[in-house]
């Protein structure tokens, strides 16, 4: 059974930073791509960022661009989110998601870690 279950969050003041890791067990079909999205309260569920797994390439909302990098280790089926210059506004649920490339979209989803930056 595939999953996919994310660490890293935790309460950290404005300007500081945050790893968050996703590590994909339980041998999927393929890893197409693998993704971040969060929720805050309140909210919509919104895309972050995203890595295709083969090529490396990266996309990433405009708002977190120049502070979030997105990384895989192939190896280790492992993704990582390196947050830096965290706002308040970055408060949220944090999911990991797992394209295999069967369908379009995301199919497998994470639990969520919860990321708090206070101002």
């Known amino acids: 059974q595939v999953q996919v279950v994310e660490s890293g969050g935790g309460l950290v003041q404005a300007g500081g930073s945050l790893r968050l890791s996703c590590v994909v067990s339980?041998?999927?079909?393929?890893?197409?791509?693998m993704g971040w999205f969060r929720q805050a309260p309140g909210k919509e569920r919104e895309y972050v960022a995203h890595i295709h797994w083969t090529s490396g390439s990266t996309n990433y909302v405009a708002s977190v661009k120049g502070r979030f990098t997105i990384s895989r280790d192939n190896a280790n089926n492992t993704m990582y989110l390196q947050m830096n210059s965290l706002k308040p506004e970055d408060t949220a649920d944090y999911y990991c998601a797992l394209n295999t490339g069967r369908a379009l979209g995301y199919d497998y989803w994470g639990q969520g870690t919860q990321v708090t930056v206070s101002s």
């Open positions: 339980g041998r999927p079909f393929a890893i197409y791509a």
